[in-house]
């Protein structure tokens, strides 16, 4: 009497029978999807777990790499530093060398008060 007053209609012992086996088909059914998106969401999880570890170690990496590069870049600053003061002191050094050739040029020619070797023979 209490399923005429829900449905208002008697259901046969058959079409009750139809009706339970469907509604415990479809609860089979949610109850699967619901293990299959329990299961894919312990899996995505896990995914995420391993991306974080994955993003730890990669930034570790990055952080590694970017010092390395950082005493790169000091390095190369102070040989390039390096590199330029000995290129001015090579130009000095050149310099010297030509104030000392023409400064040896210079000594070659006698000078005016000093005596010139007699060639003559007496």
Not at 13 to 27: A, C, F
Not at 33 to 54: D, G, H, I
Not at 74 to 93: G, M, S
């Amino acid at each position: 009497m209490d399923q005429m007053n829900r449905k208002g209609r008697q259901l046969t012992p058959y079409q009750r029978s139809v009706k339970i086996e469907g509604d415990r088909r479809r609860r089979r059914e949610k109850n699967t999807e619901f293990q299959r998106l329990r299961n894919a969401e312990m899996e995505l999880q896990a995914s995420v777990e391993e991306q974080r570890n994955e993003n730890t170690s990669l930034r570790r990496d990055n952080e590694r790499l970017n010092d390395f590069v950082s005493n790169l870049q000091n390095t190369i600053r102070q040989l390039r530093e390096q590199n330029r003061k000995l290129h001015q002191k090579k130009l000095e050094l050149e310099e010297i060398v030509k104030q000392a050739e023409s400064f040896f040029k210079f000594d070659e020619f006698p000078s005016p008060n000093e005596e010139a070797p007699n060639n003559k023979t007496s």
